[in-house]
């Protein structure tokens, strides 16, 4: 099987290697395993709901997750919908532990990017503010305010 697609990675991967582990995550504290059957239902059932929802070539999906099962089913089921996926990882410890101070949004999501002239816009202000409040971090932008502004 030549590999010329990321859903090609991902049959290979659950084919080949079937395990009862195939992923491991943390909970509440505890590690859960998930099965290689499992991962393989879980994302073609993300990638259903979405075609079932009108998802398709040409449209582009955006999640904004951490490092979960759910984020791995995007990844992997959206591009089986033959959309473009754009995903945001809420995870910022990485990026904090290194010291990134400023995040670049913007209010509503409107602007852009001059490195990426056909970029739509930079990720909405309430948003990433929203994301912050969720992982503990301290903006100290009123979100409501923001909001009600945007």
């Given at each position: 099987?030549?590999?010329?697609?990321?859903?090609?990675?991902?049959?290979?991967?659950?084919?080949?290697?079937?395990?009862?582990?195939?992923?491991?995550?943390?909970?509440?504290?505890?590690?859960?395993?998930?099965?290689?059957?499992?991962?393989?239902?879980?994302?073609?059932?993300?990638?259903?709901?979405?075609?079932?929802?009108?998802?398709?070539?040409?449209?582009?999906?955006?999640?904004?997750?951490?490092?979960?099962?759910?984020?791995?089913e995007?990844?992997?089921?959206?591009?089986?919908?033959?959309?473009?996926?754009?995903?945001?990882?809420?995870?910022?410890?990485?990026?904090?532990?290194?010291?990134?101070?400023?995040?670049?949004?913007?209010?509503?999501?409107?602007?852009?990017?001059?490195?990426?002239?056909?970029?739509?816009?930079?990720?909405?202000?309430?948003?990433?503010?929203?994301?912050l409040?969720?992982?503990g971090?301290?903006?100290?932008?009123?979100?409501?305010?923001?909001?009600?502004?945007?």
């Amino acid at each position: 099987m030549a590999i010329q697609t990321v859903c090609d990675i991902f049959y290979r991967s659950v084919d080949t290697h079937r395990k009862p582990e195939h992923l491991k995550y943390k909970k509440d504290g505890a590690w859960h395993a998930v099965s290689s059957e499992e991962l393989r239902a879980a994302v073609e059932e993300t990638s259903m709901g979405l075609r079932a929802l009108g998802i398709g070539k040409g449209d582009t999906v955006t999640v904004m997750l951490s490092n979960t099962p759910a984020m791995l089913e995007a990844h992997f089921g959206v591009p089986m919908t033959e959309a473009l996926l754009h995903s945001l990882n809420t995870r910022l410890d990485a990026a904090i532990e290194a010291g990134v101070h400023a995040l670049d949004a913007s209010t509503g999501g409107i602007g852009g990017c001059p490195f990426a002239p056909a970029a739509t816009g930079n990720i909405p202000t309430e948003d990433l503010v929203y994301m912050l409040q969720r992982c503990g971090i301290h903006s100290g932008v009123d979100l409501d305010k923001l909001i009600a502004i945007g």
